[in-house]
C-alpha cells in the first residue's frame, strides 16, 4: 500500500499509480519488453501524478524518478517517444521535477 491507502505498484519495477492509472490515455504508457519477458510498465501520467502528490511518500517518488533514468539508458527512445507526442506534458513533467527539487533543497537547510 503506498501513502494515504493509494497503491503505487512497485512489484516488476512498474510506475502506475493505480489509484488515478485508469483515467489516463493509454497512449502515456509504455510496456518495455525484457529478454526474460512481461517487462517493465510506464504510465507516464502516472508518474506525474505521482511527483506532484503531497501524500505520495518520497521514496516511491524517487522509485519512479529511478525506473525511468533506468529507461532511459537502456530504452530512451521508448521514453522520447512518449514525450514526443505532447510538448506541453513535457513541460509540464520537467517544471514538476524542477519543483520536487526546489522542495528538497528547502528542507536540507
Same mark, same amino acid.
Given at each position: 500500500?503506498?501513502?494515504?491507502?493509494? +497503491?503505487? +505498484?512497485?512489484?516488476?519495477?512498474?510506475?502506475?499509480?493505480?489509484?488515478?492509472?485508469?483515467?489516463?490515455?493509454?497512449?502515456?504508457?509504455?510496456?518495455? #519488453?525484457?529478454?526474460?519477458?512481461?517487462?517493465?510498465?510506464?504510465?507516464?501520467?502516472?508518474?506525474?501524478?505521482?511527483?506532484?502528490?503531497?501524500?505520495?511518500?518520497?521514496?516511491?517518488?524517487?522509485?519512479? $524518478?529511478?525506473?525511468?533514468?533506468?529507461? $532511459? #539508458?537502456?530504452?530512451?527512445?521508448?521514453?522520447?517517444? $512518449?514525450? #514526443?507526442?505532447?510538448?506541453?506534458?513535457?513541460?509540464?513533467?520537467? +517544471? +514538476?521535477?524542477?519543483?520536487?527539487?526546489?522542495?528538497?533543497?528547502?528542507?536540507? #537547510?
Amino acid at each position: 500500500k503506498g501513502s494515504a491507502g493509494k +497503491t503505487t +505498484t512497485m512489484a516488476g519495477a512498474d510506475v502506475v499509480y493505480e489509484l488515478v492509472h485508469f483515467r489516463h490515455d493509454p497512449k502515456w504508457s509504455v510496456r518495455l #519488453r525484457s529478454a526474460e519477458g512481461g517487462g517493465l510498465l510506464l504510465c507516464l501520467a502516472c508518474a506525474i501524478e505521482m511527483m506532484e502528490a503531497e501524500e505520495m511518500a518520497s521514496v516511491r517518488k524517487c522509485f519512479a $524518478l529511478s525506473s525511468m533514468s533506468g529507461i $532511459l #539508458r537502456s530504452s530512451a527512445g521508448a521514453l522520447r517517444e $512518449l514525450f #514526443r507526442q505532447d510538448h506541453r506534458v513535457t513541460l509540464h513533467f520537467i +517544471t +514538476t521535477l524542477l519543483g520536487e527539487e526546489n522542495m528538497h533543497e528547502d528542507i536540507r #537547510r
